[in-house]
């Protein structure tokens, strides 16, 4: 899709708010992408045992931290950032507790948390052109998500009637949205669609590439409005399949990450950090980055390198279409300013409590996709 360039004689960059609503929470006008006015000027990370970091982009060398609700002996496991149904901004973050699985904060400076009950444990959350997209476990009379316009109320959305969701061996895991009104997500073995931001789904695959392939991770490519899934197949390793945003019951055959003659592997259980932006995506993993390109459905490997990340034990990933900036095991951040080429060390030993510094999911307050 592409971006607006003008409108009535002022350049995208200039263009504050439209009818009072800033740039920031428009994802499209008339059906034209509005491109992020500026890149982030606050990142947050969320820790093990319930700890929040947050840091101005002005100094990501300075970050202060806090307890969500007290320590716990819980782990955050995904954040995002977006509004609360008024145009005021809102984080929040996701775990697998018995209760309160969604935090959420409006002014991160002020330390200040809300969030909502539900009766699922939570791993993903997503938020597309307003709305809120929440889920995790799948189990037996539970086949469902939520859905939330203000990030407090949550709307249940009855998965139960997709085909094979009901036997999915695991949870779901990721989401990705067009920030318009597409959102996919993935479970082990299945893929699922919806055009109504999470109101209604339907499947897009039902079997990733055979029963030997496990898929948990899927992004969306801005600039060139397609939906790319990450999987392993067996021992072949990494492998990706694409489908145009246009049609998400069509997508390529797979194709292996292969780059320089050398072939990337992440096992079934591997903890990817992934992140998009324009028509570029990154996967790091363990001490090692990958960088894509995508034209049309076809993927391009860049650099590969192995073992060369800062900082070993990275957990996720998060970019403002400037920055990309990859969280670690033991406190560490690491950054890229050439469009995840490569990476160097931002800080080391943050950490929310003592010996709390394994940091578990970063974000920050640009609306996605970039």
């Known amino acids: 899709m592409p971006d607006i360039s003008t409108m009535d004689g002022v350049a995208a960059a200039d263009i504050g708010s439209i009818d009072g609503v800033a740039k920031a929470n428009i994802s499209t006008l008339g ?5 992020s006015a500026v890149a982030a000027t606050q990142w947050a990370v969320g820790f093990n045992d319930a700890g929040i970091g947050y840091a101005a982009s002005t100094d990501l060398t300075s970050w202060s931290t806090f307890y969500a609700i007290g320590s716990s002996s819980v782990d955050f496991v995904n954040s995002a950032y977006g509004t609360n149904g008024s145009g005021v901004e809102r984080w929040m973050w996701v775990w697998t507790r018995g209760a309160g699985e969604i935090i959420t904060i409006n002014d991160i400076t ?3 948390t809300g969030g909502a009950n539900v009766d699922i444990k939570m791993r993903a959350v997503a ?3 307003d709305t809120w997209i929440i889920g995790g476990e799948l189990k037996t009379g539970a086949q ?4 939330s316009t203000d990030g ?4 249940s959305r009855d998965l139960s009637g997709l085909a094979n969701i009901a036997d999915s061996p695991d949870d779901i895991y990721d989401f990705a949205h067009d920030g318009v009104g597409k959102v996919v997500f993935t479970t082990d073995e299945q893929v699922f669609y919806s055009t109504d931001k999470g ?3 339907a499947a897009a695959l039902t079997d990733i590439e055979d029963s030997n392939s496990v898929g948990k991770s899927v992004l969306y490519i801005k600039d060139q409005d397609c939906f790319v899934l990450v999987y392993k197949q067996g021992s072949s390793g990494m492998k990706f399949r694409v489908a145009s945003a246009d049609d998400l019951t069509t997508w390529t055959s797979g194709v292996s990450a292969d780059a320089s003659g050398e072939s990337t592997s992440i096992s079934s259980l591997s903890k990817k950090a992934m992140a998009a932006a324009g028509s570029t995506f990154v996967i790091c993993y363990a001490q090692s ?3 894509f390109t995508v034209s049309g459905t076809t993927i391009t490997p860049q650099s590969y390198t192995a073992g060369q990340l800062p900082h070993d034990g990275v957990n996720d990933i998060a970019t403002d279409g400037t920055s990309w900036i990859t969280c670690h095991n033991d406190g560490e951040l690491s950054i890229s300013t050439n469009d995840g080429a490569s990476f160097t060390s931002l800080h080391t030993g943050l950490q929310a409590g003592s010996g709390d510094d394994e940091i578990e999911t970063i974000t920050c ?3 996605l996709p970039v």
């Open 365 to 367: 307050n640009v609306i």
């Open 144 to 147: 469902k998500l939520y859905t």
């Open 110 to 112: 002020g330390e200040s």
């Open 127 to 129: 938020y597309c052109n």
């Open 152 to 155: 407090t109320s949550m709307t």
């Open 31 to 35: 059906g034209v992408s509005v491109p």
């Open 289 to 291: 980055h990958q960088r």
């Open 199 to 201: 109101a209604t789904w």
